[in-house]
């Protein structure tokens, strides 16, 4: 089994048992619909994505669906959802280095992903550099820094409590200087003071508008898929405070919630890049729509 498949297990396990016996009757009548949609929303796939796939469903005007049928419907649904907002990160094209904001509550696999993002590029063979922007917490810069020796990628840090604006200018600087294709950047990701970390994003943005004027080229918001219902208030959340691009699901192996992919693929439409399937360096997955809404449906 995969690491992928086998990640989804308690996701499609869930499903299963809240879809069990809603396909004994002979035809999909409106109450059966009803609970089929129902059965999606107690999966966390959420309230319009569910309303989307039902109304599916019913369109289809099914004599007869056994569950394996309907797991196959639910695959083919959800896929419908997923494929239109999975985009591989592209770092394609100049100026250098391109500049990569990750954005995030603590906790929420920030810099892991930072660390898996850059081994999957430097497996591109490009040029990574990786920024601590995140100086509230010396844990922060210390495990990025453990990233950049994991994956030899350069590490710019300043001291906890400095200015992250002046870090991620260090950054572009240095990056441009050695011929760094791209600047990760870890940033901050307090959010009991919005004001607080809202004017620290604008400071970064305004030096890399200066220094760059497409940078930042990305601002990619990690989300814990593990708080299920918590990850789309932070979309909504950082989508206002910081002009999120795109989105990067972690730890979505072991959990099962991850039933929010579709959940936020059909509220937000916002690009979704790649999934976290562990801990590992290797646990980065671009995402793809036709695997992951498999893996979901079991
Ligand atoms: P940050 O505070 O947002 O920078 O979060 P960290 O990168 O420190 O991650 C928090 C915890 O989640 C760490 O123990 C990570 O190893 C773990 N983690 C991150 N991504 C994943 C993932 O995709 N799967 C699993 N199982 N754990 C993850």
Known sequence: LDKLTGGFRKTADRL?????GLTSKAALDTSTLDDIEEALIASDIGPEASKRIRDAIAARRFEQLDERGLR?????????ILAPVAKPLDIWGFPRPHVILVIGVNGSGKTTTIGKLGAWLKEQD????????????????????????????????GKEGGDAAGIVFDGVKQATATGIDCLIVDTAGRLQNKTHLMDELAKVRRVLGRLNTEAPHDVL??????????????????????????????????TARGGVLVAAAEKYKLPIHAIGVGEGVNDLRPFDPRAVARAIAG
């Open 72 to 80: 196959t419907i639910l695959a083919e649904e959800m896929e419908a």
């Open 221 to 254: 918001l990690v989300l814990d898929a593990t708080t299920g219902q918590n990850a789309l208030n932070q979309i909504e959340v950082f989508r206002n405070l910081a002009g999120v691009t795109g989105l990067i699901m972690t730890k979505l192996d072991g």
């Open 16 to 20: 299963g048992d809240n879809i069990t």
């Open 126 to 157: 490009y040029g990574v550099m990786l920024a601590a922007g995140d100086t509230f917490r010396a844990a922060a810069i210390e495990q990025l820094r453990i990233w950049g020796e994991r994956i030899d990628a350069p590490v710019i840090s």
